[in-house]
T-cell receptor, first 113, second 112 residues
Framework: DADVTQTPRNRITKTGKRIMLECSQTKGHDRMYWYRQDPGLGLRLIYYSFDVKDINKGEISDGYSVSRQAQAKFSLSLESAIPNQTALYFC????????????FGDGTRLSIL | GENVEQHPSTLSVQEGDSAVIKCTYSDSASNYFPWYKQELGKRPQLIIDIRSNVGEKKDQRIAVTLNKTAKHFSLHITETQPEDSAVYFCAASMGGGNKLTFGTGTQLKVEL
């Protein structure tokens, strides 16, 4: 099921580099989310967007930025990556009009050396 | 904002036994409570959900109960099988399409 697609799936990079993670969806959902998952800490919300003109910070937005280029595209950037941003990142979508709950992409495993 | 607590963090059961995972939430305005299952290395996937106008919902071996007064909801898995081994997350929100607040997850291990 590739209706929420994240690229890349894996990325290894160095401290200080700028990184962009991309998410695209074919579900037609209006809302998109970026989460970070660390062992034992569950899913923590980084940023979310209710439509193209609406961007909101989540609980751990420091060090991250996002762009909602279109209804179907939501990208996450790390301006200057640091090792404690090593984690598994998930994009998710939901739809308020049809009451559809969040559906996740396959995740991006990011390692910062 | 909403706060969701989940217990236990790890749970080990014998195959065929039942497993129960419990969550509490803080915001009485929350009315939608999904449960996600995450197998190792994979995406979280919705397995069952409940809305505040019902107290219980079943889907084969899985059931969810909701006590609005106590702000508790629980996941019940009967006749557990090895393929039930995974991390389970509870969550709460106002409406099915809205922003979710997740619990910290329960690692369920079903032993043969």
């Amino acid at each position: 099921d590739a209706d929420v697609t994240q690229t890349p799936r894996n990325r290894i990079t160095k401290t200080g580099k700028r990184i962009m993670l991309e998410c695209s969806q074919t579900k037609g959902h209006d809302r998109m989310y970026w989460y970070r998952q660390d062992p034992g800490l569950g899913l923590r919300l980084i940023y979310y967007s209710f439509d193209v003109k609406d961007i909101n910070k989540g609980e751990i937005s420091d060090g991250y930025s996002v762009s909602r280029q279109a209804q179907a595209k939501f990208s996450l950037s790390l301006e200057s990556a640091i090792p404690n941003q090593t984690a598994l990142y998930f994009c998710a979508t939901s739809d308020i009009k049809s009451n559809q709950p969040q559906h996740f992409g396959d995740g991006t495993r990011l390692s910062i050396l | 904002g909403e706060n969701v607590e989940q217990h236990p963090s790890t749970l080990s059961v014998q195959e065929g036994d039942s497993a129960v995972i419990k969550c509490t939430y803080s915001d009485s305005a929350s009315n939608y409570f999904p449960w996600y299952k995450q197998e190792l290395g994979k995406r979280p996937q919705l397995i069952i959900d409940i809305r505040s106008n019902v107290g219980e919902k079943k889907d084969q071996r899985i059931a969810v109960t909701l006590n609005k007064t106590a702000k508790h909801f629980s996941l019940h898995i009967t006749e557990t099988q090895p393929e039930d081994s995974a991390v389970y997350f509870c969550a709460a929100s106002m409406g099915g399409g809205n922003k979710l607040t997740f619990g910290t997850g329960t690692q369920l291990k079903v032993e043969l």
